[in-house]
């Protein structure tokens, strides 16, 4: 089968990049590998590219993704409307670190269904595995350059968020991407996965704890209330749960789970969840989140919202049980 790129957004793209000397690269908050993987690797490419250019890639960093390379610190007022080009996420309200950013217009490369997010140009595609691979199909097919890092970074994120190309969100045109990625940037791919799957022996009690204390009700919906004390006591940063959901994809008493983790200092809660049936993302975009179907999350304020949250993705796992019966 023939692999069709859609080459005239992706010459819009890369035009767009082209006419901007300063550009702004942000992504959603609570970032994942391939959030941040995406980022990174786009804002290489276009410094590789176009050196005189100021890029920036902004947010809050995550320790344990440092390894990708760092963020960029920018004073906002010394720049002069750039580009904004947001990554791997649908709404405005999800966008981390561009407060009192004043910019020229948006470019939107997601693939999340679309929101509220507006780009001049803008490329979503729900059927894609991954934000990195949309920009490895970018650099790929346009005059972007690539170097090791950008190409480590890529398949990083594509593997991350495709669950090692086993979730639904994996296609015939996830394993085309990266087939040409490997071939361009012959990298060593399988020492990579020490870095998604290496952790420290604390993290795996943390596991332990989340498994034991992993509540699961009449609906096959689950949940645990993760606070500030037990990140501590575990010594796991705030992004860990998140990223550790995905370890809970092939539990037959599971429909749908859910990690609260007490963000102490927001004043919030930060929500996962995930799905091996019932469509959560609609669910979660009533209490300020949004995503995919089958994988999304949210940010809450109170525990009552929490609790009424639970309820309602249990609601939905009861609704899907009577329906398959």
């Not at 399988?190 to 952790?199: A, E, F, G, P």
């Not at 983790?261 to 004043?267: A, I, L, S, W």
Request: proline share 3%; glycine share 4%; aromatic share 10%.
């Amino acid at each position: 089968m023939i692999i069709i790129i859609n080459k005239s957004i992706l010459n819009k793209i890369y035009k767009t990049i082209k006419k901007y000397d300063e550009i702004v690269i942000a992504r959603h908050v609570g970032p994942d590998p391939d959030a941040v993987a995406s980022q990174i690797a786009l804002r290489d490419s276009i410094l590789l590219t176009f050196p005189s250019k100021k890029v920036y890639a902004v947010g809050l960093g995550v320790s344990k993704f440092k390894t990708y390379g760092l963020l960029d610190h920018v004073d906002y007022s010394t720049l002069n409307n750039p580009l904004l080009i947001v990554l791997d996420v649908p709404n405005m309200a999800r966008i981390d670190g561009i407060e009192n950013l004043q910019y020229q217009e948006i470019l939107k490369i997601d693939h999340h269904p679309k929101e509220d997010i507006k780009g001049v140009v803008e490329w979503v595609d729900e059927k894609k595995s991954s934000t990195c691979q949309m920009v490895c199909e970018l650099i790929l097919n346009t005059r972007l350059k690539l170097n090791t890092k950008i190409a480590e970074n890529l398949f990083l994120g594509i593997v991350s968020d495709s669950e090692r190309f086993s979730l639904k969100n994996t296609t015939y045109e996830t394993f085309d991407t990266v087939k040409n990625l490997l071939k361009v940037s012959k990298i060593d791919f399988t020492s990579l996965y020490d870095i998604l799957y290496t952790r420290p022996f604390i993290e795996y009690k943390f596991i332990a704890f989340i498994t034991n204390n992993l509540v699961i009700d009449e609906n096959k919906m689950g949940y645990i209330k993760i606070s500030d004390k037990d990140l501590k006591e575990y010594n796991v940063d705030l992004a860990t749960p998140s990223n550790l959901i995905n370890n809970y994809n092939f539990i037959n008493e599971l429909l749908v789970w859910t990690f609260i983790t007490e963000d102490v200092k927001n004043k919030q809660y930060k929500i996962s969840i995930r799905s091996r049936g019932p469509i959560i993302n609609k669910i979660a975009s009533n209490y300020n989140g949004g995503g995919h179907k089958f994988a999304c999350g949210a940010r809450i304020n109170t525990m009552e919202e929490v609790d009424n949250l639970l309820k309602d993705l249990s609601k939905a796992c009861k609704f899907y049980e009577n329906k398959e019966l």
